[in-house]
């Protein structure tokens, strides 16, 4: 009974790798998901669980003004994405990203921060 | 589309599978066994059945390849099929995206394969044993290339190096096993005439047994070290389609290595060493039948795998569940924290009365238990006093706050803190927004 257990076991595991795939998610940002932050930070960066394709991969913010305060590209490097952005006074900024990982699968998400402006 | 992408995927595995597998089979297995042979036709027959199954596997290899190439480009960057010719796409994605860098490696690893198969499968197989050692590289290369498709790679550190390694041995061994029973089984068909040529028959059974065993124990090892990197989805087997496919993949394995034992314990034993030349062709004849059960087998097992890893794993699934059942007209949040996250869905979300749902998860994506929790709402205009609400949890461990009034529009402040069993508070805030109507 054990050996057949230890059989099915290793069966169980021996199957499961081949197949399983992942997705690039948000693993945390900075500054952080939902924080609120005394001044406007010069860029935001998002940090994900999976390697990024930079091709196809992007992040837009939004000041509390409702307008794109993004500067430049993103920069996107291994798991990590950066965007430089423009002070937009106190209010909450809204992040909305989309990625592609080195695996090919696609993901997007969005988070705020709070800029409490003192 | 996704439909087309997993017959690519299934079509592009199975051909590589073979491809990969006949080239083994004849260097490793086939070869050798026709040294014994004094048939000379027998032993031409079968060079040119194996190189039609090598030629139409290439074949199928690059015009599925392509097909999954084209696929993958629209999917990746969001396009229809139609426009992706026009924008570059695939000139991006071959050149700027790590899947593109290795299908272009292996388009040219398919091209140089071709050239060895041409005299490898000559027949008076005048293939050097250089040929036929860059042959079975050149074949495990396309195979184990496999895997920097896709799901082994992406991650960082240790996991990034050692998964992808576990990956390639787990394609090269599935290729040395499954990809060379179909030519075994033609060998085993092609000997029975004379007992002459069932030595041929004796050799290439007792070869692809010792191959068989080392294909399985890599199998098992590589699979083990894969595992390690993905442990939470285990709990998902009966749960999701994912883990049922996986339960039926697991079954058709049991089968195969069912099937495989048989031929090892007893039925090679009797072709080998049997003196009865009775005794030994009915051996041979089931071994035949069995090695085409097997591939069968093998068959429907890449068929799974093409459907699998168009799949989100189990644990995943759950999670994008919870987020997919959101109300169109619900306002959500999701708030990640140090110790654990939090989904909050208030539904309606907009000016009125409306309900709340807590939704507490771990690292894993798994329910996280909690033995109170409560909610603190804060309006957005200054000075707002916050209304904290203690929540009720159902079965499925899910909090419930019925009667939240919400009187401005706006990003409102959502604040969870929840008394986990560790007797530790794990707080986490963030800002939701409540619409005017």
Known sequence: MRLLIAVITAAVVMLAPAVADAHAHLDHASPPVGATVPTAPPDVTIWFTQKLEAAFSGVDVSGPSGVSVTAGKPQISGNTMKIGIKADGPGAYHVRWHAVSVDTHKTEGNFTFSVRGQ | ?437
């Not at chain 2, 004094?38 to 194996?50: A, E, I, K």
């Not at chain 2, 000997?191 to 007792?206: H, I, S, W």
């Not at chain 2, 389609?241 to 195969?256: E, H, N, Q, S, T």
């Not at chain 2, 097997?294 to 068929?303: D, P, Q």
Request: charged share 15%.
């Open chain 2, 1 to 437: 589309m996704l439909n087309l992408l997993i017959y690519a995927r299934a079509v592009h595995y199975a051909a590589t599978i073979m491809a990969a597998g006949v080239a083994f089979f004849a260097v490793c297995i086939a070869e050798p066994a026709f040294r014994e042979s004094s048939g000379d036709l027998l032993v031409t027959t079968l060079r040119r059945r194996f190189a039609w199954i090598g030629w139409i596997s290439l074949a199928l290899c690059l015009l599925s390849g392509a097909s999954w190439f084209v696929l993958t480009a629209a999917s990746m960057s969001g396009q229809a099929l139609a426009q992706i010719y026009a924008n570059d796409v695939l000139w991006t994605v071959l050149t700027q995206t790590d899947f593109g860098n290795d299908w272009l490696a292996r388009s040219v690893l398919v091209c140089v394969l071709a050239s060895t198969f041409v005299p490898l499968f000559s027949a008076n197989g005048s293939a050097s044993p250089w040929l036929k050692a860059a042959a079975v590289v050149l074949a495990a290369a396309l195979v184990g290339s496999l895997a920097f498709a896709g799901h082994a790679i992406g991650a960082e550190g240790a996991e990034g190096i050692v998964h992808p390694i576990a990956d390639v041995l787990h394609l090269v061994a599935a290729a040395a096993w499954v990809g060379a029973l179909a030519p075994l089984a033609l060998l085993l068909a092609a000997t029975g005439r004379d007992a002459a040529t069932l030595v041929v028959a004796q050799t290439a059974t007792l070869r692809f047994s010792t191959l068989g065993v080392v294909s399985v124990a890599t199998l098992l090892l590589s699979g083990i070290v894969n595992t390690w990197y993905l442990a939470g989805s285990l709990d998902a087997l009966t749960g999701t389609d994912y883990g049922r496919l996986l339960l039926i993949k697991i079954a058709l394995f049991f089968a195969m290595v069912g099937v495989a034992a048989v031929n090892r314990l007893r039925l090679t034993p009797r072709l080998a060493v049997d003196t009865d030349a009775a005794a030994e062709q009915s051996a041979r004849r089931a071994l035949c039948r069995n090695a085409t059960i097997e591939a069968a087998l093998g068959a429907a097992v890449i068929a799974i795998v093409a459907v699998l890893g168009t799949l989100p794993p189990g644990s995943h699934a759950d999670h994008h569940a919870a987020e997919g059942s959101i109300p169109p007209d619900a306002a959500f949040q999701h708030i990640h924290g140090e110790d654990g996250m939090a989904d909050v869905t208030i539904e309606p979300g907009h000016i009125g009365t409306a309900n709340a749902s807590i939704h507490l998860l771990n690292d894993d994506l798994d329910t996280l238990v909690a033995r109170q929790l409560t909610l603190t709402l804060t309006a957005p205009a200054p000075g707002s006093k916050p209304v904290t609400r203690a929540a009720v949890v159902d079965a499925d461990g899910t909090w419930h706050i019925k009667g939240i009034a919400l009187t401005t529009a706006g990003n409102w402040t959502v604040a969870v803190d929840a008394l986990l069993p560790s007797n530790k508070h794990l707080k986490l805030a963030a800002p939701i927004e409540i619409d005017p109507k």
